[in-house]
């Protein structure tokens, strides 16, 4: 089929190349002429993995091709998929400037009767409708598209896999045509389809994200409690999760959710509830808890430290998970703005994501070339991001390379066996504190 996808970042850009890795003919837009000159020469804007193999392979074949022109995007197009942005407004509501933007531009564009736009944005319930009537603002054509709803479930960091290999693909649409014809598209993806109204896939999307970030917020709280009363988080976790009904997945105690959606998205939920006059009154909760826990390890360290002005610090991790260059919320930028504020000062490592950050943290750190730079000489070392290449140093490394052993570790990286061995002042989340190097300093 040919098809367009108009945005290209982490969800257009995945899925204009996975669907045309299945055979189809995918022409990716974007408003951003930068990128698209970057795409042009094969390169891909972002960091995912195997996307930019993916883009070269493609472009290849000549099933993939990139442009910033409408007229080129919506020529020939059967399908035309909506992935443009949805951030959120100050009152944390939705903002839909794209996509009326885009559907404008769509409307007054598309030639072929039957042409189906379907929105992969995550977007509030009742936006396609809205979608319907801006197609129709400057459209000659009024009776020549279907509309349909097209959720997207992809994680960053993991997107290729998970096109491929997803749990669902919810179609929701209001016309049997369309809803036979995206069948169709997905199909070689090989993953079970659900099909559902339009209102009701859009649901599907803010349900299923909020329903994840509570079960976040939940452990999180849970790891609260228990450092208090000396249990251990992680095997807490695995005793829930080894119950069907909980499951395990979502369970990893931590600093909270950052990323791109699930803030956004848990903030336009309740603002969607608020609409409505109703009071989502469990979802602010889990929004509150997490703000909290985003910044927990600074709380840590000034009740362990007892002036933190002065002092150094390293940072390991930026980008608000492993595998990913995105810094959107990551809870490592309200952290160091704290400590910033405390008078820390900060050496920071991360493997894909300084680029980004530096625009938002400029000179109020340093950024270091690798990981030991940022570790050594420092008066304490906070992970933010469990990056592999973090887990896989040795506590007695960092223990060695550091002025004073003193490790706030907010993805619970190592074993507390491990800290103990290697002598030093290890705090982590939801786990006791290990003070073996401070109770060693007590004895002498
Ligand atoms: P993004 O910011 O990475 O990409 C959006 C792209 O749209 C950008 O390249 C931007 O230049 C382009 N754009 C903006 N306005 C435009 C316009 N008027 N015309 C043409 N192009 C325009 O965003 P994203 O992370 O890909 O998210 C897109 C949507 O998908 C959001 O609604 C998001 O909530 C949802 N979503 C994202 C993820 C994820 O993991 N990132 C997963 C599921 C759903
Ligand atoms: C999330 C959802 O998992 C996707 O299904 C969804 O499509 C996407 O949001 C979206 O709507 O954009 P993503 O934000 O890319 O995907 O990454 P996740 O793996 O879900 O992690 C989100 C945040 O939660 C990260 O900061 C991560 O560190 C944190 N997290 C995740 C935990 O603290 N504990 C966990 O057990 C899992």
Request: proline share 3%.
């Amino acid at each position: 089929m040919k098809i367009s996808v108009i945005g290209a970042g982490y969800v257009g850009l995945v899925t204009g190349a996975s669907l045309a890795k299945i055979g189809h003919h995918v022409t990716c837009l974007d408003v951003n002429e930068e990128k698209i000159e970057v795409l042009n020469k094969g390169r891909s804007p972002i960091y995912e993995p195997d996307l930019e193999a993916l883009i070269q392979q493609n472009m290849k074949a000549r099933t993939l091709s990139f442009t910033t022109d409408f007229e080129i995007a919506c020529q020939q197009a059967e399908i035309i998929i909506i992935a443009v942005g949805t951030p959120s407004n100050q009152d944390g509501s939705a903002d839909l400037t794209a996509i009326k933007d885009v559907s404008e531009k769509i409307g007054a564009h598309i030639h072929h009767p039957g042409t189906i736009i379907l929105t992969k944005s995550t977007v509030p319930v009742g936006t396609n409708q809205k979608v319907k009537s801006w197609l129709h603002t400057y459209s000659f054509s009024a009776d020549h598209f279907m509309i349909a709803s097209n959720p997207e479930f992809l994680r960053e960091g993991s997107a290729i896999h998970d096109t491929f290999n997803g749990d669902r693909i919810v179609i929701g649409s209001e016309n049997e045509e369309a809803a036979r014809k995206l069948e169709e598209m997905f199909a070689p993806f090989g993953v079970p389809i659900l099909h559902t109204s339009i209102e009701s896939a859009e649901m599907i999307k803010y349900s299923s994200n909020a329903f994840l970030a509570t079960k976040i917020s939940f452990i999180n709280e849970i790891a609260n409690l228990c450092e208090k009363l000396g249990a251990n988080v992680e095997d807490v976790a695995r005793g829930m999760g080894m119950d069907q009904r909980i499951g395990s997945a979502f369970l990893q105690a931590g600093i909270g959710y950052g990323g791109s959606c699930f803030p956004k998205d848990t903030n336009a939920l309740v603002q969607i509830a608020g609409e409505m006059e109703h009071e989502f009154e469990l979802l602010e909760s889990v929004i509150k808890v997490n703000a909290k826990q985003q910044v927990k390890l600074v709380q840590m360290a000034k009740d362990h430290v007892k002036d933190l002005k002065g002092k150094r610090a390293g940072i390991l991790g930026l980008s608000f998970k492993p595998n990913t260059d995105d810094i959107r919320e990551a809870a490592s930028i309200e952290m160091i703005k704290l400590l910033v504020e405390e008078g820390v000062q900060m050496t920071v490592y991360d493997p894909v994501a300084q680029d980004n950050a530096k625009s938002l943290l400029g000179d109020t750190v340093t950024f270091a070339d690798n990981c030991f730079d940022a570790i050594e000489d420092q008066d304490m070392l906070f992970i933010v991001t469990e990056w592999e290449e973090f887990k896989v140093l040795r506590l007695k490394t960092i223990s060695k390379l550091m002025d004073l052993p003193l490790v706030f570790d907010g993805r619970n990286c190592f074993a507390l066996e491990e800290a103990i061995d290697a002598n030093i002042d290890y705090y982590s989340i939801g786990r006791p504190a290990v003070t073996q190097f401070s109770n060693s300093k007590k004895n002498v």
